[in-house]
């Protein structure tokens, strides 16, 4: 697995963003990307053909949920999580730590490991550096993450250097015991919260070990947008040039723009997904609650855009009805569009990366997102007549 | 709309079986046909991409469910229902009476039409023959159905007699109120329960009025499939020979069968997609629960039939861990498969009456449903290794 640079853009304000490919073993990845994710071996609510055509190029799933259930022998056994769920492009999996994390009182953590109880049925589990890493090669991860710990925010600095440190052994272990195939890789993820010194000295303990990729781990944890972009700033310096990196769990259409000037390749959130479940559409003039009462007679579709995959086949009264009417068919079409409304950013910011105009897309990229809904006179509704 | 004569059975057990065309305003459809129950504007989890992949042809929507929400106003304002939904096919709609019956306590009856309060909110609601028909006509619904009231059987047959007489005066108000155009129709429907007289009396009735085609009601109703049939055993032979039948409320894949040799061309029921949301799939060997723990490792499709959806794509193992966890997912993909064997079985039927070899597929069909799973000896199960 490695990453190649297609462009880069030059100019002050955005340039550490780049434009590249990923190459797997599953297939090629058009980078920036952003990365739908399929917890227990599914994008929840869509058929993976709805999602490759949105141009999704990789997935994500998550080793706590599958080393549950069905189990990471059982997806072996399946032929691994491609084959299991019919996504024949890369896939990447999380290590589990940050999952575990978030079980709070069900956990409880040791300087080997994790040991937890299941949120399913209580039963007793361990996660290590070596058996996160076994999961994840039973369950045939294209990307294989290092087992690290994730903090929750605000911490101490005391705090957040042992946490560090010991994710850096962690690392380390995770490393020893990946198995090295071709078209496959393994990341590392950088630890430190919010401090420089930190994230530095974790980068690198990360470069001295050797990774396919890196993430930036530990952000996104309610931190709020400005220490997250700070963050990034003094931390991607740090990352080699010519490999991958991705900042885990964000975000909105404008984290990813302003991660993406950043430096960041690759992205993850369930928020696309989740807001489509709950009747959240994202579009270019930011989002809309699908229930509200203004969209029962509303004939236009969510967005003029014809690239959407409802654009001229659904409109906002029909979504509306299909959420009002507790329909399941609400939640599919609703993830769909929004998880094409992400794919379509991606690409349009790739586009700019490439063509050199990238300051001016995200320009009015911001504008449009602030401006709230079009107007009738913007985008008129269609009359019927029957 | 009509229909027309393609090929008929002209064996004594099968003499009344055919197959057609039903020409529409939306389409042309091949029969005998299964029409998916669309209940509220929506065929409940599934696309109607998905939909048309399965070669359903028609479908149905319920009065009932519609004129609550979201009202036949707006659906009109939408476009009518086809628009709205995105099915641009022939679309069938009860009346509304059916369902209303079901309610119980919530409703009253006069010489009139019926009164009943809202299952959503208690509001008050009143449909007659004319309001029913009116609302069809803003659904904008290719079949229009004749406003009738359905007895729950048993019945004493003064009631049986009570009732169909009025729902007969109601079929002669329907009829008046419905707005004739080119390639929309409206169909009778024949009650009196499993009383031969009655029936052969409502046919009459229904004759003299005069439609597009004639559907029999008030059966499915808990008489058993053998009253069921020996009711249609001497109703069918009444009905005009050039027009279509549509049997309401059937059925299982056995129902179905038996009544296309017993004359009927066109079915509805909700059955292979509530099946599909409740883990039970149908199949060429009989239906199955695929929560059952012994598919949790079984990596063999549902079904050999690769004219399943679902064949080479997703194993036993795989929907059986989908609705385990709960996932949307697993009824969607079970709901397409479940759809897709009726409309197999359906296209099946109608090529062995147009080839003559309809006494023998039946024979092998009720065989074969009666066997039960697959054994490993007749559908191995793939072994994948990583």
């Given at each position: 697995?490695?990453?190649?640079?297609?462009?880069?853009?030059?100019?002050?304000?955005?340039?550490?963003?780049?434009?590249?490919?990923?190459?797997?073993?599953?297939?090629?990845?058009?980078?920036?990307?952003?990365?739908?994710?399929?917890?227990?071996?599914?994008v929840?609510?869509?058929?993976?053909?709805?999602?490759?055509?949105?141009?999704?190029?990789?997935?994500?799933?998550?080793?706590?949920?599958l080393?549950?259930?069905?189990?990471?022998?059982?997806?072996?056994r399946?032929?691994?999580l491609h084959r299991?769920?019919?996504?024949?492009?890369?896939?990447?999996?999380?290590?589990?730590?940050?999952?575990?994390?978030?079980?709070?009182?069900?956990?409880?953590?040791?300087?080997?490991?994790?040991?937890?109880?299941?949120?399913i049925?209580?039963?007793?589990?361990?996660?290590?550096?070596?058996?996160?890493t076994?999961?994840?090669?039973?369950?045939?991860?294209?990307?294989?993450?290092?087992?690290?710990?994730?903090?929750?925010?605000?911490?101490?600095?005391?705090?957040?250097?042992?946490?560090?440190?010991?994710?850096?052994?962690?690392?380390?272990?995770?490393?020893?015991?990946?198995?090295?195939?071709?078209?496959?890789?393994?990341?590392?993820?950088?630890?430190?919260?919010?401090?420089?010194?930190?994230?530095?000295?974790?980068?690198?303990?990360?470069?001295?070990?050797?990774?396919?990729?890196?993430?930036?781990?530990?952000?996104?944890?309610?931190?709020?947008?400005?220490?997250?972009?700070?963050?990034?700033?003094?931390?991607?310096?740090?990352?080699p040039?010519d490999?991958?990196?991705?900042?885990?769990?964000?975000g909105?259409?404008?984290?990813?723009?302003?991660?993406?000037?950043?430096?960041?390749?690759?992205?993850?959130?369930?928020?696309?997904?989740?807001?489509?479940?709950t009747?959240?559409?994202?579009?270019?003039?930011?989002?809309?609650?699908?229930?509200?009462?203004?969209?029962?007679d509303?004939?236009?579709?969510?967005?003029?855009?014809?690239?959407?995959?409802?654009?001229?086949?659904?409109?906002?009264?029909?979504?509306?009805?299909?959420?009002?009417?507790?329909?399941?068919?609400?939640?599919?079409?609703?993830?769909?569009?929004?998880?094409?409304?992400?794919?379509?950013?991606?690409?349009?910011?790739?586009?700019?990366?490439?063509?050199?105009?990238?300051?001016?897309?995200?320009?009015?990229?911001?504008?449009?997102?602030?401006?709230?809904?079009?107007?009738?006179?913007?985008?008129?509704k269609?009359q019927?007549?029957?």
């Amino acid at each position: 697995m490695y990453w190649q640079e297609e462009a880069r853009c030059g100019s002050d304000s955005t340039g550490w963003a780049r434009a590249g490919w990923l190459h797997t073993r599953h297939g090629s990845v058009p980078t920036p990307t952003f990365m739908p994710v399929g917890t227990v071996g599914t994008v929840k609510g869509i058929t993976t053909d709805a999602l490759r055509s949105t141009g999704a190029g990789i997935i994500l799933g998550n080793t706590y949920h599958l080393m549950l259930r069905p189990t990471a022998e059982r997806v072996h056994r399946l032929g691994g999580l491609h084959r299991m769920m019919d996504w024949p492009g890369p896939i990447l999996t999380d290590s589990g730590g940050f999952q575990v994390m978030s079980l709070g009182p069900l956990r409880q953590m040791d300087e080997d490991g994790v040991t937890f109880r299941s949120h399913i049925d209580g039963s007793k589990h361990r996660l290590t550096a070596e058996s996160s890493t076994d999961i994840q090669f039973k369950l045939d991860a294209t990307i294989t993450m290092a087992f690290d710990e994730c903090p929750a925010l605000p911490a101490t600095k005391e705090t957040l250097e042992t946490s560090m440190e010991r994710s850096m052994r962690w690392a380390a272990r995770s490393r020893e015991a990946f198995k090295a195939r071709p078209g496959y890789g393994q990341f590392g993820i950088v630890q430190g919260g919010t401090e420089e010194d930190l994230r530095k000295r974790s980068v690198k303990a990360l470069r001295n070990i050797g990774f396919e990729g890196y993430a930036i781990g530990g952000l996104a944890v309610g931190e709020g947008q400005e220490l997250m972009f700070s963050t990034l700033d003094f931390t991607i310096p740090e990352l080699p040039a010519d490999q991958p990196r991705y900042l885990m769990g964000v975000g909105t259409p404008d984290d990813l723009l302003g991660a993406v000037m950043r430096g960041c390749d690759m992205f993850d959130c369930v928020m696309p997904s989740r807001a489509g479940r709950t009747a959240r559409a994202y579009t270019e003039r930011g989002t809309m609650n699908m229930r509200n009462a203004r969209f029962a007679d509303d004939t236009r579709p969510i967005s003029p855009d014809d690239d959407s995959p409802l654009a001229g086949r659904y409109s906002r009264a029909y979504i509306h009805h299909l959420f009002r009417a507790n329909e399941m068919l609400g939640p599919m079409l609703l993830t769909w569009h929004n998880l094409a409304y992400y794919q379509r950013l991606m690409r349009q910011i790739r586009s700019a990366i490439i063509d050199g105009t990238l300051p001016a897309l995200a320009q009015k990229l911001r504008a449009d997102w602030s401006k709230g809904d079009w107007t009738e006179e913007e985008f008129p509704k269609p009359q019927f007549t029957l």
